[in-house]
């Protein structure tokens, strides 16, 4: 059978250890025999980046916006420890972070959903994607510890020289302040993703803040959100029969837990780190959780939530079976694929994405899988396989399709 040919090439950025491995066998055995694969390559391995100063990450960013989707592998954020282990010139900054900033993105996590892997809220019968604002508020705070009495004020001092204050607190002994801040800029972009993530996917846009009690912080967020949907939207999520609804937090952390999924759920910052978490430890598995950044300009960047397995990557080191799951990192292929031939008008690719997760699901569900799933798995006589013959089971599943 002919290859499925490709018109525009997808970024490709591999990545560290055990996720490196696994992507040369996905690429290998479930990849390269169907596909006539055209990719621009990007190593953003440790070495490479250390190498390159990690002018390397830079330039992958640049090439996904020229190109529109990458599919990425799982990569270090050097410490001190990788500092010895790697003889890195310098502590590069994490090459998320890094592309993040540079496509001004949005990060959406989902979880893949297979029967066998039940979520632990039973309602939850659909994924919800989790889309998480990375930008500002107290990742980016100013703190102070005030010591004894005293008044903290709070102080803008416009660009023409004007000043606006407010009294914090007047103190009577020791307490803490902190001071937070965000920009219009980045809340509007961060509207501006979800709501065409959502449109993409055709699913629900869930939005929540705590505006009642922070009537000009928390206010400004859901009046960004509401102006943007007002003005560019309405008619949109109209048509594909979706909907934009706001609710304030606890009321959303309340809904979610009753409902059935299938909606994406937009978190400012602090919401989306620790809901992220909930979300994602509920559903089963950080192996089966998918991670997609979208740029308000509609870039894609598709990969796994999970890390690169260190520990296992040191076993397979020492020569030892490692059990590592694939699927988030399929998955990160699929959706880059998918998307590249939505673009390109690639029927044939498309399809293709479709049959390779049906194939993976299925191979799942008939009970053969890595050791991750089945700890958790509701399935009896279940196979548990190494990294490298669950990819080839997939494989078998595929053909046989
Ligand atoms: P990790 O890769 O997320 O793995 C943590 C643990 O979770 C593993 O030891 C394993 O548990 C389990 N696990 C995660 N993914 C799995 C998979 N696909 N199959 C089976 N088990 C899986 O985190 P880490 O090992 O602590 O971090 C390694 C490196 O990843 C760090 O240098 C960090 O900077 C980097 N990181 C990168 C990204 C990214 O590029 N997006 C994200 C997070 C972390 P058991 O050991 O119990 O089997
Ligand atoms: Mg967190």
Redesign the pocket.
């Known amino acids: 059978m002919a290859k499925i040919a490709m018109t525009t090439p997808l970024v490709e950025m591999d ?3 055990m996720t490196r491995i696994l992507w040369k066998m996905i690429k290998d055995e479930l990849l390269l025999p169907y596909v006539d694969l055209k990719t621009e390559y990007y190593d953003l391995g440790l070495e490479h980046r250390n190498e390159t100063d990690d002018q390397v990450t830079r330039d992958s960013a640049e090439a996904t916006k020229k190109y529109g989707v990458a599919v ?1 592998c ?4 050097p410490n001190a420890a ?1 500092m010895d282990e790697y003889h890195l010139k310098e502590m590069w900054k ?3 972070g890094t592309i993040r900033s540079m496509l001004d993105g949005t990060v959406f996590r989902a979880p893949i959903i297979v029967k066998g892997i039940e979520p632990c809220v039973r309602n939850w019968e659909k994924p919800i994607t989790l889309a998480r604002h990375a930008y500002g508020d107290v990742y980016k705070n100013v703190e102070i510890a005030a010591n004894g009495p005293g008044k903290a004020e709070l102080v803008f001092t416009a660009a023409d020289g004007t000043e606006e204050r407010k009294v914090i607190h007047e103190f009577d002994g020791p307490g803490v302040i902190q001071g937070v801040h965000n920009t219009k800029k980045s809340i509007e972009s961060f509207a501006k993703a979800c709501f065409n993530y959502a449109l993409d996917t055709k699913q629900d846009l869930w939005f929540a803040t705590k505006d009642t009690i922070s009537k000009t912080y928390d206010h400004t967020f859901k009046d960004v959100f509401q102006e943007i949907f007002d003005a560019d939207y309405k008619e949109k999520f109209d048509a594909a029969g979706i909907i934009y609804f706001y609710t304030l937090i606890d009321d959303a952390v309340a809904r979610v837990m009753k409902a059935k999924g299938g909606f994406i759920w937009a978190c400012k910052n602090y919401d989306g780190d620790v809901m992220s978490d909930m979300v994602s430890s509920a559903f089963g598995s ?2 089966m959780m998918t ?1 997609v950044l979208v740029s308000p300009a509609g870039v894609y960047e598709y ?10 990557y040191y076993k397979h080191l020492a020569g030892e079976e490692t ?4 699927v ?1 990192t399929i998955f990160a292929w699929t959706g880059a694929l998918r998307k590249r031939g939505e673009l390109d008008g690639n029927k044939d690719l498309m399809a293709f994405a479709d049959k390779l997760e049906k194939a993976t699901i299925d191979t799942i569900e008939s009970g053969r899988m ?3 799933l089945a700890l958790i798995t509701s399935l009896k006589d279940v196979t548990v396989l190494n990294s490298e013959n669950f990819i080839k089971e997939i494989r078998k599943t595929l053909e046989a399709m």
Request: net charge neutral; charged share 25%.
């Open positions: 990545g560290d250890e990425k799982a990569t270090i954020t990788r994490s090459p998320n950080l192996a991670s990969e796994a939530a999970h890390g690169t397995v260190q520990r296992h059990s590592t799951n694939s988030a890595t050791k991750d």
